[in-house]
């Protein structure tokens, strides 16, 4: 077995962000998205992690750890608007969020 | 021993990734947010193994711990019986699948091509948690404080959004 190296967990990485990114195009359910939105920033962590490992250097560890501050600030402030959204028009489905086409 | 257990947590990271956006058995949020949890704990794994035990600690507290029980208290609150029934369109996931793919297999290739990392080792005693308090509280000190200010910008912005009747 090859030693684990930098690519290994850049690979895992994005593989993870573009699973993300699938669940952000396919799914329909704003509650879901936002959890693909979550996967993203993990994603983008664990590459900021691996960086900050193998190039001994602990600048990377520290941007992920206002990268978790920005998320938790972020995903209070989204769940409140969607609470929101779904007090006024009684949905989460974001077919159903048209208010600005017509 | 290191690189079986890389292997072990990214497998697992991954499959329930997958399974967080598309559940074959069910479209129930709860279930999706339970399999976000089990990519987090995974996550947190290898952090580990990076030698970042600060971060998996914060990833296990603030992610599992706080920010999915919100997550879970907003599915609770709001009636999803009806989403559950809508399915994912036939189009949409083909075109998304190529779209999320293409761009992997593009990343993927930039990796491989780049040599990213070649010749790097890592450090025997790198990412302890004193090393990144000095560092957070002298050269990061101003970006410290204002993600403070950020944190309660969101919980004023949560609590005004939180009302009955937005004014």
Known sequence: MTPVGLQHYLVVSVLLFCLGLLGVLVRRNVLVIYMSLELMLNAANL???????????????IIVFFIITVAASEVAVGLALIVALYRRRHTTHVEDMTALKN | MQACLFYLFAALTLLCGVLVIANPFTRNPVTSAMFLVLTIVSLAGLFVLLHA??????????YAGAVMVLFLFVIMLLDLKEEERRK??????VLGLAAAGGIA???IAVIRQSNAGVGLK?????????DLGKRLFTDYALPFELISLVLLVAMIGTVLLSKKDLK
């Open chain 2, 122 to 130: 890592p450090a025997s005693a790198e990412g302890s948690t004193l």
């Open chain 2, 53 to 62: 035990f600060f971060l998996a600690a914060v990833q296990i507290l603030v």
């Open chain 1, 47 to 61: 590459a900021l992690t691996a960086f900050s490992r193998f190039n001994n250097n602990l600048d990377g560890q």
């Open chain 2, 105 to 107: 297999l593009l990343m």
């Open chain 2, 88 to 93: 994912i369109k036939a189009g949409a996931g």
